[in-house]
C-alpha cells in the first residue's frame, strides 16, 4: 500500500541548533515533492517544491533534499528561532491529475 | 484580501442535521479541493474539482456532497451528520502548471457535531 511516513512526531531543539525532519514514501513514484507548514487553527503554508530530478532545494535558511533512490526527502532549517515553532508536512503526488497526499507531520519546537 | 477564504470558521450542530461549508478563491486557480484534518491532524483529501468538474472523489461517504457553481467557488454539503464527521474542513486551490507554487489553503472550518 502507498504511504507517506514522517518519522518524528515532535521534534525538540534548541535555539540556533539546525532542525531536520525526516519524510519517506513507499509505493510512490512522485514527480515532485513539497513541504508545508501548518500553525495551530491555520491552514497548510506552502514553502518549497523539489523536482525528482534535483537533488536539493533552498530558500533562505531552509533547505530540502531528494532522493529517490532511498525514496526519502529531507527538511532542514538553519539557525533554527522560536518563530520556526510548527507542524511541518511533505506532501507529494504522482503524475497526471493526482490531488497531493499529504503526510501526517512533525511537530517542531525551537526552545529558546 | 483573502486568497482562499471559507465560512463558517466554526460550526457547531446536532447529529442527524444537513449543513453546508462554502469557500472561494480568488487567485483564478483552474483546481479546487476539499480536505479533512481529524484529531490526529492527519490532513485527507476528500474532492478535488477542476474548471468545475469532480475529477477525484476518494472513499468519502455519498452524505458529503461538493458543489462548484464556478470556477472560484466550492462548497461542501453534508447531510444526516454523524458525530464523526467532526474535524477540520479545508479548501485549497491551485493552478496547473504552477506547481512551484503550491497549493493555498483556506483556514479551515472547524465542525463539531453533537
Known amino acids: 500500500s502507498q504511504k507517506i511516513e514522517q518519522n518524528s512526531e515532535a521534534l525538540n531543539i534548541q535555539e540556533g541548533k539546525t532542525a531536520t525532519l525526516t519524510c519517506n514514501y513507499t509505493?510512490?513514484?512522485?514527480?515532485?515533492l513539497q513541504w508545508y507548514r501548518q500553525d495551530p487553527g491555520r491552514g497548510p503554508v506552502f514553502l518549497l517544491l523539489?523536482?525528482?530530478?534535483?537533488k536539493e532545494k533552498r530558500k533562505e535558511r531552509l533547505k530540502v533534499t531528494f532522493d529517490t533512490t532511498l525514496k526519502q526527502s529531507l527538511f532542514h532549517i538553519t539557525a533554527s528561532q522560536p518563530a520556526d515553532s510548527a507542524t511541518y508536512l511533505c506532501?507529494?503526488?504522482?503524475?497526471?491529475?493526482?490531488?497531493?497526499?499529504f503526510g501526517k507531520g512533525t511537530r517542531l519546537s525551537v526552545i529558546a | 484580501d483573502t486568497a482562499v477564504s471559507q465560512t463558517p470558521k466554526y460550526l457547531v450542530t446536532q447529529m442527524g442535521n444537513d449543513k453546508s461549508i462554502k469557500c472561494e478563491q480568488n487567485?483564478?486557480?483552474?483546481?479546487m479541493y476539499w480536505y479533512k484534518q481529524d484529531s490526529k491532524k492527519f490532513l485527507k483529501i476528500m474532492f478535488s474539482?477542476?474548471?468545475?468538474?469532480?475529477?477525484i472523489n476518494e472513499t468519502v461517504p455519498n452524505r458529503f456532497s461538493p458543489k462548484s457553481p464556478d470556477k472560484a467557488h466550492l462548497n461542501l454539503h453534508i447531510n444526516s451528520l454523524e458525530l464523526g464527521d467532526s474535524a477540520v474542513y479545508f479548501c485549497?486551490?491551485?493552478?496547473?502548471?504552477?506547481?512551484?507554487?503550491?497549493?493555498?489553503f483556506g483556514s479551515g472550518t472547524r465542525l463539531t457535531v453533537v
Open positions: 485549497a486551490s491551485s493552478q496547473d502548471g504552477r506547481e512551484l507554487f503550491g497549493y493555498t
Open positions: 509505493n510512490y513514484s512522485p514527480a515532485y
Open positions: 523539489i523536482r525528482e530530478n534535483e
Open positions: 506532501a507529494l503526488r504522482n503524475s497526471g491529475n493526482t490531488p497531493l497526499v
Open positions: 487567485l483564478g486557480h483552474d483546481t
Open positions: 474539482y477542476n474548471n468545475k468538474e469532480l475529477i
